[in-house]
């Protein structure tokens, strides 16, 4: 209640009624004030008038009582005057302050005949007014009338209202009382009347503080009717002006925090709202979101600039929302959105009930849609996709529909690319795994849990051992060794990456250092991970570790994938010809399966060429492969760089590649890679330092 009572005393209107009320009470106080104390000088006035009036009167009779020498009978005249007037008090004195007659009525205050006034005087209490006794000219005494203006009471006020009032003050009472009920008339009907005026006049000032809190709650749309006048007109006019730009405002700020500035598309924000709409709202039969990951599009934007690839993105973008406007509509009726999702990802969002068939017709024509060059002012380029799928049920969580997605778009990309998936129990059951895999590798590596195997290298022309290659193995706890195939591409995307790199090179030199021969080195081949050769200081880590394992720079060979060295975000020739300037050499790793950008290869000044397994293995009973072998090696010949043919597991494609010309060779043919324990052993044992079994087939010592 207390509270109820605070509020509506805090009200603009009910303040303003307050304030008035104060002040025409004290404004008929002061006035009822005034009235009081004029009223009581007229009184007063009149009091002293009658004073004197009675003291020369008695002056005068008592000068004829005096000159008709009854002089004696003064005392009964006197005595008869202030029975008359029960408030008065009179006294005669002759020239010598003597007293001769003295007289007071019931009501009177003792006069002092000691004061020798000559005039009229008003005290607090009284009224003293003098008369002189003439008698043909000559002075014979004084009159004194002193008058009592109180009676009981001790103040004026109190005499006024008292028993003095009903004598002396009555006209002043009355005066009072009639002005005190027309003050009180003016109140009563002055406060209505003012509170009506106020109400007029705030009714303004409550609609905009009534605005005001819609809008603060969000709403703004709230209307303002137009109810002030001058200067409230003038605020309302100004909230709306302010509620105007406040909307336009936060439209703004909205489309900026939705909308993807580049494609004008909504970005990952907008999409998801748009989402959790639908999955709250929309379809009984949910729908199917579709992830589009651009294949390689980094590399444009390393290699052309950010601003041609954010023009690659906009014509991206075109083109699908074409694919969406035509193919869509022709094998689907319902909603659909598009939306960049962040950096190279757009997503679709497909509201309704999607047949398998038209599921996966829309997708492939998505992907088709990408196999035109794009024209970019006067540049053309190629730019792929793989996509992944996945439909929702209404009230799906927003989270796991997204989350399938990517792990489906995902499954895509790890299957070459320009590729579809749908979601399915079997993905989901990977993307497990993979996590898992990520947490025991990042563990293995903290544990020292890795080793180094060491393939051998041939020599095509001898059959000698030239040199190994070290690979990188995982001996899990449960289950064996782990594919390389399996936890390489989860160290790379993880950045566990440049952490097993750093481990293999300093393992493999600590091993190698074993295998120094004077007279028949042997080349030892690292794969490093582009985070590596572009860390600062890492030629001399490189350089430190060969002078720990007292190996000559010239023995270590580097190898880089060809994806990884033609698209470095940094151009990898700096780094590299720091640690060429050491001595150390260069290999492109798995060539034949990136984006071979041929313009920059020469540029980047390596020393061998290694062909990748998948164009080695079979290829001397598959044509196609053998010309593509062909023309790799005549490549390879006019920039200088040897050769390393991979993956040779058959007698007849060992010999396709020895006839070519092809110098080196390595593969299941002759042996896995080894332990380094084996490794040496065979190397040793071909050299003849130490008995062992007969050597693989075709290996002689170097």
């Given amino acids: ?61 008592a000068a004829d009582r005096i000159s008709e020498g009854d002089g004696f009978g003064l005392p009964q005249i006197v005595e008869d005057i202030v029975e008359l007037e029960e408030s008065i008090a009179i006294t005669l004195t002759d020239l010598d302050g003597n007293v001769i007659v003295s007289a007071m009525g019931a009501e009177a205050v003792e006069a002092e005949a000691s004061l020798a006034l000559d005039h009229a005087e008003v005290a607090d209490d009284r009224i003293h007014a003098d008369a002189e006794i003439v008698l043909d000219g000559e002075r014979m005494g004084v009159v004194r009338v002193v008058r009592s203006i109180q009676t009981g009471a001790t103040t004026l006020g109190g005499a006024i209202l008292g028993g003095v009032a009903a004598e002396e ?22 406060i209505p009347i003012a509170a009506l005026m106020v ?74 709202r748009r989402l959790e709409s639908v999955v709250e709202n929309g379809s009984r039969h949910g729908g199917a979101l579709m992830m589009i990951d651009l294949d390689h599009f980094q590399g444009i934007n390393d290699t052309l600039g950010h601003t041609f690839g954010d023009e690659v993105l906009r014509a991206v973008a075109a083109r699908i929302e074409a694919v969406l406007a035509t193919s869509a509509a022709e094998r689907w009726i319902g909603e659909w959105s598009l939306a960049r999702f962040g950096g190279d990802e757009f997503v679709i969002l497909l509201v309704g009930d999607i047949t398998d068939d038209s599921f996966a017709a829309l ?53 070459g690319r320009r590729a579809a998936r749908f979601f399915t129990p079997e993905i989901g059951v990977a993307a497990r795994r993979r996590a898992e895999l990520e947490n025991e590798l990042r563990q293995a590596i903290n544990l020292g849990s890795l080793a180094v195997h060491f393939q051998p290298v041939i020599s095509t022309a001898s059959g000698a051992i030239v040199g190994a290659e070290a690979l990188v193995r995982w001996p899990h706890a449960t289950e064996g060794f782990v594919a390389p195939g399996e936890f390489i591409p989860i160290a790379e995307e993880s950045g566990l990456i440049a952490e097993i790199g750093e481990f293999v090179l300093e393992e493999s030199l600590r091993c190698f250092r074993e295998l120094a021969h004077p007279t028949r080195p042997l080349t030892l081949s690292v794969n490093i991970a582009p985070a590596q050769l572009q860390q600062e200081g890492f030629a ?29 975000s940094d151009d990898p020739g700096r780094p590299m010809q720091r640690l060429r300037d050491l001595g150390i050499r260069f290999a492109i790793d798995d060539f034949g399966t990136g984006h ?13 060429l290694k062909i990748d397994r998948s164009f080695i293995d079979g290829v001397a009973g598959n044509g196609d492969n053998q010309k593509i072998v062909a023309a790799i090696t005549t490549l390879a010949r006019s920039l200088g760089l040897a050769i390393v043919a991979e993956g040779v597991e058959r007698e007849q494609d060992y010999e396709f590649v020895r006839d070519l010309g092809i110098e080196f060779a390595q593969g299941f043919l002759w042996c896995p890679a080894l332990p380094f324990a084996e490794f040496a052993a065979l190397v040793r044992a071909l050299r003849g330092e130490s008995e062992a079994a007969e050597p693989p087939r075709a290996v002689q010592p170097a």
């Fill in 363 to 415: 997708a492939e024509a998505v992907i088709r849609s990408m196999d035109d060059a794009l024209r970019i002012g006067e540049t053309r380029v190629h730019i792929g996709c793989s996509l992944g799928a996945t439909r929702f049920r209404h009230g799906q969580p927003c989270d796991e529909i997204v989350q399938r997605a990517d792990l489906a778009t995902y499954a895509a990309k790890r299957s």
């Fill in 199 to 272: 109400w007029r006049v705030t009714r303004g000032m409550t609609a905009v503080t009534e605005a005001a809190g819609k809008v603060a709650a969000g709403d703004l749309d709230a209307e303002l009717p137009k109810t002030g006048t001058g200067e409230v007109a003038d605020l309302q006019a100004a909230f709306r002006t302010m509620q105007s730009r406040l909307r336009n405002s936060i439209d703004g700020m909205e489309t900026l925090a939705y909308t993807d500035t580049i494609t004008r598309l909504p970005n990952r924000s907008g999409f998801q």
């Fill in 540 to 568: 001399e880590k490189v350089a430190g570790a060969l002078d720990r394992n007292a190996l000559p720079p010239e023995c270590l060979e580097l190898e880089l994938t060809e994806t990884s060295a033609i698209l470095m």
């Fill in 1 to 61: 209640m207390i509270a109820n009572a605070k509020r509506l005393l805090g009200r603009l209107r009910v303040q303003f009624t307050l304030y008035i009320a104060l002040l025409l009470v004290a404004f008929t106080v002061l006035v009822l004030a005034f009235n009081w104390r004029g009223q009581t000088e007229i009184a007063i006035d009149r009091l002293q008038a009658h004073v004197e009036y009675v003291a020369t009167l008695t002056a005068r009779i």
């Fill in 169 to 190: 003050f009555s006209s002043v009472r009355e005066v009072l009382v009639r002005n005190a009920l027309i003050a009180l008339t003016v109140f009563l009907f002055a």
């Fill in 596 to 608: 071979s950008h041929l313009i920059r290869l020469p540029q980047l000044k390596f020393d061998r």
